[in-house]
């Protein structure tokens, strides 16, 4: 143990915060992302998933603590396994 009383080889994860910025966490995010995309979504999506197997998604992952940190971010939800949160978003966003 370190002098906080944790272990020393604790493992961190690291996130995105509202601006983007990575920074490191104990704590696992919640959602995984697409950096360059700038889509959030569930980290059991069916889409990232494949495209991760596929070894395409890997070097642009990020995650985030919770879906207001990815708004915050910029980012959108994914229109596969977040489709309530898409479809506000995209009426949120359609240009007239």
Known sequence: MNTN???????????????GDTYSSETPGLLGGHRKLKIYGRLDCSSALSFIQKGHYVKYRVFFADEKTAISAGYRPCARCMKEAYQLWKSSHTIV
């Open 5 to 19: 009383g944790h272990d020393a080889f604790m493992k961190t994860y690291k996130l995105l915060n509202s601006v």
